[in-house]
């Protein structure tokens, strides 16, 4: 077992690292987040000698949606078909959201909106500020947006919650006007991208890839698998 002791040599404690690729204006994302957060609680439990890192990569799935973004409830009517049938996918979402503790108000929610300005705030965060840690901000971004109705393409929207989360509050302005001036900025792309077809896709140790809402047991099923094949190396 890792961390324990062969013949007087410590033997390297073992750890798992998940990529996660995903979207804010996907209500998937954030049920699979919870359940890896989850899953991530129950390894530990479980395994405290497997150590976990988790990485988050941005995937738009709408990145046409216009700067300023479109009616949120119109957008989906148009995209599936009919009132009936937003109402039937809704069903569905609130009923595996609720299984995550997630409770979801679409009717709160009044624009879609155009991500990337969302996911450059996360990424800069990441890379000007250091050790930080962007699972709060994710999540905070999450939240507002399924759980407030918050816009989260307004660069107003972003300042606020970059600030509760932390984030200096002179760069974070000077971040957003940046931004406001540039809005095809580059998000930065992992290297498992072009295998990425939906979201949320989890890819673990570069190898297990798990595409969909997974379950905390399918998720830390996993990641036992992951590190039951490094400790047989």
Known sequence: MAGATKQ???VEKASVTVDVHFDFVCPWCLIGKRNLDAAVNR????????????????????????????PYQAFYVARLGS??????????????????GVQLAFDRIEVMPNTRAAHSLVSWAVTTSAGFQPASLIDRLFTGYFMDGEDIGDPDVL???????????AALAEHLAASRRDHNVA?????QAEGVRGVPHFV?????????????????DAMLRSAGDQENR
Not at 83 to 100: C, D, G, L
Not at 163 to 169: E, S, T, V
Not at 187 to 191: A, G, K, Q, R
């Open 187 to 191: 998000i930065p792309l992992s290297p």
């Open 8 to 10: 007087g040599t410590a």
């Open 83 to 100: 009132a009936n049938a937003v109402a039937a996918r809704r069903a569905q979402v609130q009923e595996a959201a609720r299984a995550a």
């Open 204 to 220: 673990i140790d570069s190898a297990l890839s798990l595409s969909g809402a997974y379950s905390p047991g399918a998720i830390v």
């Open 159 to 169: 300042q606020r919650i970059g600030l509760a989360c932390g984030l200096d509050a």
């Open 43 to 70: 390894l530990a439990s479980l395994r405290p000698d497997v150590s976990v890192k988790v990485r988050w990569h941005s995937h738009q799935l709408l990145p046409d949606i216009p700067v300023g973004g479109v």
